[in-house]
C-alpha cells in the first residue's frame, strides 16, 4: 500500500514569508500528527489532526496551523517565517485508535530552509 | 523541559557485537515507549515497542528493557550490523493524552563499523 506522502521535499523560503505544507496519509489512516526536527532537538510534536479536528497541541506559537480535509489529508500552515523555523517537518499518520496500536508511519518529511 | 532524554548523541559499536541505547524518561505518566530508526532523508521507522506494564520486550536482534523504578528504557541489538547504523529515537505516550501524541527524545548516531 502506498506510504505517507509529504509534498513538497525541499523548499526555501524568505524571513516574513509564508509556507504550506501538505501531508497525505495511509489510506483508511484518519489520524495525521505533525512533527518538527531540530538537530539535537528530535522530534517536537506540533499537533493532530483526527476526522477533521485538532486533538492535540503541542507548545508552538499561533503562527504554526493545521488542518485537516475530509479525506484525511492534512496542511500545516506556517505564517511570518523566521530563521529558526528551518528544520525537517515529518507528518505521521495512524489508524488513531488505541494507545497500544501506534502503526505510527511517518512521511519522508519537507525539509524548510527560512533565508 | 525534555521529559525525554537520550544522552549519548553517538555511539560507535564493531559489526556483531552488541549496542545498547539508552533512554532516560522523568513523567510517570508516560505507559507506552517505542523505539524508531531514522536514515538521512527519510522519515523516522517503527522498531519495537513496550507497554509500562511489561519489563521486557524481543523481536528478532532487538530487545527493549524497561525499568520503571529507574524511570529507563534501553534497546539492545545483537548482533550488530552495518545496515543498523542511523539515529535511533525513543519515543512515550501519556496515559493521560488521547490520540497519538509522542514525545520524543534527541536522537543516538548510532555507528556500526564493519
Known amino acids: 500500500k502506498a506510504g505517507v506522502t509529504q509534498t513538497p521535499r525541499y523548499l526555501i523560503k524568505t524571513r516574513g514569508q509564508q509556507v504550506t505544507l501538505s501531508c497525505s496519509p495511509i489510506?483508511?489512516?484518519?489520524?495525521v500528527s505533525w512533527y518538527q526536527q531540530t538537530p539535537g532537538q528530535g522530534l517536537q510534536f506540533l499537533f493532530e489532526?483526527?476526522?477533521?479536528?485538532?486533538?492535540n497541541k503541542g507548545n508552538f506559537p499561533g503562527r504554526f496551523s493545521g488542518r485537516q480535509f475530509s479525506n484525511s489529508r492534512s496542511e500545516m500552515n506556517v505564517s511570518t517565517l523566521e530563521l529558526g523555523d528551518s528544520a525537517l517537518y515529518l507528518c505521521?499518520?495512524?489508524?488513531?485508535?488505541?494507545?497500544?496500536?501506534?502503526?505510527?508511519?511517518f512521511g519522508s518529511g519537507t525539509r524548510l530552509t527560512v533565508v | 523541559d525534555q521529559q525525554v532524554k537520550q544522552n549519548s548523541p553517538s555511539l560507535s559499536v564493531q559489526e556483531g557485537r552488541i549496542s545498547i541505547l539508552n533512554c532516560d524518561y522523568t513523567?510517570?505518566?508516560?505507559?507506552?515507549f517505542l523505539w524508531y530508526k531514522k536514515y538521512p532523508a527519510e522519515g523516522p521507522t517503527f522498531l519495537i515497542s513496550?507497554?509500562?506494564?511489561?519489563d521486557k520486550n524481543e523481536d528478532g536482534r532487538f530487545t527493549v528493557f524497561l525499568n520503571k523504578s529507574a524511570k529507563h528504557l534501553s534497546l539492545h541489538i545483537v548482533p550488530s550490523q552495518p545496515g543498523d547504523s542511523a539515529v535511533y529515537f525513543c519515543?512515550?505516550?501519556?496515559?493521560?493524552?488521547?490520540?497519538?501524541?509522542?514525545?520524543f527524545g534527541e536522537g543516538t548516531q548510532l555507528t556500526v563499523n564493519p
Open positions: 513496550i507497554s509500562s506494564i511489561k
Open positions: 489532526y483526527f476526522s477533521e479536528t485538532q486533538r
Open positions: 505521521a499518520s495512524s489508524r488513531g485508535g488505541l494507545p497500544t496500536n501506534y502503526g505510527y508511519t
Open positions: 519515543a512515550a505516550k501519556g496515559r493521560e493524552t488521547s490520540g497519538s501524541r509522542l514525545t
Open positions: 489510506s483508511g489512516h484518519r489520524s
Open positions: 513523567n510517570s505518566m508516560f505507559d507506552y
